[in-house]
């Protein structure tokens, strides 16, 4: 019986067909940005043209790409983070919850804004469950650390981000009122 290893040869092409959308959606949720995204998600592929060959295991590629791409976001953010006071809470109401006409009115895009909001040790595990559907094994494989510190990472950044879809269904709701009334007074001038 051979020693070596046998390593199955994994086509390039259909591995960005298979990821990129992925990867690509992760890499925004992290960055906020559709340039950055844009350039965590080639780089991820840059590092597997030049070190996906030394993968042992071919079961492994969604999460070495996954994993690769957020060394890359941490490399990229230590290299461009900016001092920012942060201003600390600590707040003792109970959650909200979402009422069902908040999740119907808010968009795609805009869920995604309010994501790239919540704080990063949040947001990463969120991103990795919800818009890639992994395992908590798997995100605690990915991020080197425990399954329950995932589960209650993934607890906290539902409660920020339920709280700021609340937030923003409320002030949407403040504007419809108010441009409401607004066209009411002019119509009742008018008469």
Do not use: C
Not at 95 to 105: F, G, I, K, L
């Amino acid at each position: 019986m051979s020693s070596h290893t046998h390593k199955q040869s994994i086509d390039f092409e259909k591995l960005i067909d298979e990821y990129y959308v992925s990867l690509y959606r992760f890499a925004y949720s992290l960055s906020g940005k559709e340039a950055d995204a844009w350039d965590l998600t080639q780089q991820t592929f840059s590092r597997w043209a030049e070190k996906g060959h030394t993968l042992r295991d071919t079961s492994k590629v969604k999460s070495w790409l996954f994993t690769t791409l957020y060394r890359e976001y941490l490399k990229w953010s230590k290299r461009n983070r900016k001092v920012y006071s942060i201003e600390t809470t600590t707040e003792t109401t109970e959650a909200e919850t979402v009422p069902p006409e908040v999740v119907d009115q808010a968009d795609a895009s805009a869920l995604m804004d309010h994501l790239a909001e919540i704080e990063e040790i949040y947001r990463v595990p969120l991103s990795l469950f919800y818009l890639e559907d992994l395992t908590y094994r798997e995100i605690a494989e990915m991020l080197d650390i425990p399954t329950g510190t995932v589960m209650s990472r993934l607890s906290r950044g539902k409660e920020q981000l339920r709280r700021r879809l609340t937030s923003d269904a409320a002030t949407r709701n403040v504007k419809t009122s108010s441009s409401n009334l607004s066209r009411n007074e002019r119509s009742n001038t008018g008469n």
